[in-house]
């Protein structure tokens, strides 16, 4: 069984800078893709990154330039590093993973994705 655990999240002020980890457990990620999704309050989920199995990474346009993926396979630990924080960056943050057959692919489709973790609260205000 794959479990997914996301932490990190914190009170940040807008231009300041957080790191999240997602720590996967059940499967290596040289096996998985691993998306990032976020839920700002009154809003619909969205996608925001993912990293495929073969460490190349997506980023909508929104937080491109700012959120940077990376991995430890030794940790089996996907890290989203956050920075220039917008108040429009405020949520909850979701890690999700799924075992894939070739290294290319990935997706921000939720319905794909079969591990989630409980997610973990990004608040940036000043």
């Known amino acids: 069984q794959v479990h997914v655990v996301e932490s990190g999240g914190g009170l940040v002020q807008p231009g300041g800078s957080l790191r999240l980890s997602c720590a996967v457990s059940g499967s290596s990620l040289d096996r998985n893709a691993i998306a990032w999704f976020r839920q700002a309050p009154g809003k619909e989920r969205e996608g925001v990154s993912y990293?495929?199995?073969?460490?190349?990474?997506y980023y909508v346009d929104s937080v491109k330039g700012r959120f940077a993926l990376s991995r430890d396979n030794a940790k089996n630990t996907v890290y989203l590093q956050m920075s220039s924080l917008k108040p429009d960056d405020t949520g909850i943050y979701y890690c999700?993973?799924?075992?894939?057959?070739?290294?290319?692919?990935?997706?921000?489709?939720?319905?794909?994705?079969?591990?989630w973790g409980q997610g973990t609260q990004v608040t940036v205000s000043s």
């Open positions: 990293i495929r199995s073969d460490g190349s990474s």
């Open positions: 999700a993973a799924r075992g894939v057959l070739y290294p290319g692919w990935g997706t921000l489709l939720e319905s794909e994705y079969y591990y």
